[in-house]
Structures are given as structure tokens and as C-alpha cells.
């Protein structure tokens, strides 16, 4: 399974003209093995400008080619932070030449912050949908939950925010279906992170 994910990431790459930097082939295999193997659940965080947002997208896209039925949730701080993520994936979808089959003739649900495919008919949930940290969330049920950057100066600079923060993040357990996966991708902030396991 992570031979199809590389050879995809490696696919877009030739297309863009670069090759692929090994840390990124890292950060694909820590995204694939968080996916398939229980508990599903991760934290990646790496040096900024690393591209893990760019390869996450990358990594989303691969898991809607090879799993079409997939329903995904891009949750950041702020919506316009996950509408960029929900963008990346959908400027792959319309260029990765493996793509092409999942692009839909009729464009209905196919924006900056709802993307649906072709897909097995009877999901009623977009392919992929994004919302802000304090969007509605009420009644969504996804298989893939992307966390990225929902702590911000704006979201955890307050033992109140990081308290609320965390709260809300709770209610991801009722969303996620019970196969589904849940990857956090982001920067401590704060000393009393919300990506502190200890």
C-alpha cells in the first residue's frame, strides 16, 4: 500500500517537474501507516515550510483515488485555512493524470470548500468538505479527519481557548466513522499544547 501512495506522490512530482525529497517520501509513509494500522490516529509536525500541508494534500487526493467512497473532513483554525487545503486537493484531482476518471461530468458539489467525485452512488456526504474549528460540525460523519493547524495564537493563547479547543476536538469521536482515521498535522503554540501526549 505505501508503494501506491509514493509512486502517486512521485506521479505528481514528474508533473510539476521536481523530484521528491526524501523527507517528504517520510511524511507519506508516517501519513499511510497512520491510516492502516490502529489506533488510526496521529500527530505529524515538522520544521515550517517542511511542505506537510502540500504533502497531506497529496496524500488525501491518493486516498480518494484508491478508496473513491472516502469521505474526508479538513477541519483548521480558521475556514479559510482548511479551504486552502480542500483547494490543493481539488488543483490534483484536476491535473494528477491518474485522476482524470474521478473528475464528474456535472461540477455540482466541486468548489473551494465542498469537492465531491465520481464515486459508488447513495453517500450522502461530499468527498471531501472543510470547516473552520467553530464551524457546524452537527450531524457530518467522515472516514478521514484532517486536523490542520487548529491550534493557532488565536485558538490557544488562553488556558479558557485551549480548554475550549480541546472540547471541540472531543467531539471528532462522533463523527469519525469507526474504521476512520484521524491525522493532526500543526505547531505547538503554547507550552500547554493540545499535541502534548505525555
Known sequence: ????????????????????????????????????????????????????????GIFATCVLYLYPQTRILILSAENGLSTRMVSHIRHILENHPWCTELIPANKKEWSA??????????????????????????????????????EVPNTSNTVQKREDLRERLRELDFILSP????????????????????
Open 1 to 56: 500500500m505505501i508503494a501506491e501512495f509514493v509512486s502517486f506522490l512521485d506521479e505528481w512530482n514528474r508533473v510539476l517537474g521536481f523530484a521528491t525529497p526524501a523527507h517528504h517520501r517520510r511524511i507519506m509513509e508516517f501519513l499511510v501507516s497512520v491510516f492502516e494500522e490502529s489506533p488510526r490516529r496521529g500527530l505529524l509536525m515538522a520544521f515550517r515550510h517542511s511542505g506537510k500541508s502540500t504533502v497531506v
Open 113 to 150: 470548500g465542498r469537492i465531491t467525485i465520481n464515486r459508488p452512488i447513495g453517500i450522502r456526504e461530499p468527498s471531501v468538505i472543510c470547516q473552520g474549528i467553530h464551524g457546524n460540525i452537527t450531524g457530518m460523519r467522515a472516514d478521514l479527519i484532517i486536523c490542520d493547524d487548529v
Open 179 to 198: 474504521s476512520g482515521s484521524m491525522i493532526y498535522i500543526g505547531t505547538p503554540h503554547t507550552h500547554d499544547t493540545i499535541y502534548r501526549t505525555e
